[in-house]
């Protein structure tokens, strides 16, 4: 994976279509759709929405197609900051939003900053134990862990400033956790993570890449002052 050399050469318009691209990006999309339509047949049943939950998480993210492997060749740490909001509540299950920032360096490759949101289904026991699914979407920006060169008006290569270069990431994870409040007056979840989204476009050469993160983390509720 490099993002090395800097080219101004236009992708062609067919080389996206061929990828796992369009596939990921329908399931997305369906995702989107189903919680959705659950949540508008089911509203009435539904409790009121609840207060923002602060969360941190910290991972580790590698290179590869999603769910052949848990982590990459190396470690690659990471850690995102957000919020985490319920849309509707039954018993034990719970439609809910996430909006995260997060940032990655992947090791003498690039760093790269994300900013996204997710929807998402969470199931949880009446003991706190919770699994859950989401699928979103990201802004990515990717700076090179290397100097970028440039040709100027002489023909020779110079040093220039990496401004970093856009990218859209659609996203999806799995994961397990406690809910401490369920049975303890704790506001506080502990949870685990696998995720992966996809780096659109990468290069020239490969437009598609692949990445996939393991992490854990904390969501906290705070006391909003509401009754």
Known sequence: MTTHARTSKALPAGRLRSTPAAAHAGAWAAGVVIVLVLGAGQRAAASEPLPLQLRVETFTEGAAIPFTRLTGNAFNPGGSVGVDWTWLEWTSIAVFQTGTGS??????????????????????????????LGLGAAYLHAFSASPRYEKDASGRYVQVPDWGRPRFAPTSHVGVGVDLARRYDVPLAVFAQYGNFLEIPHSVLTPVMPHVTLGVGVRYQPDWGTP
Do not use: C, I, N
């Open 103 to 132: 940032l990655y360096t992947h090791g003498d490759v690039q760093t790269a900053a994300l900013l996204g949101t997710e929807f998402g289904l969470r199931w949880t026991h009446q003991s706190g134990a919770a699994v859950e």
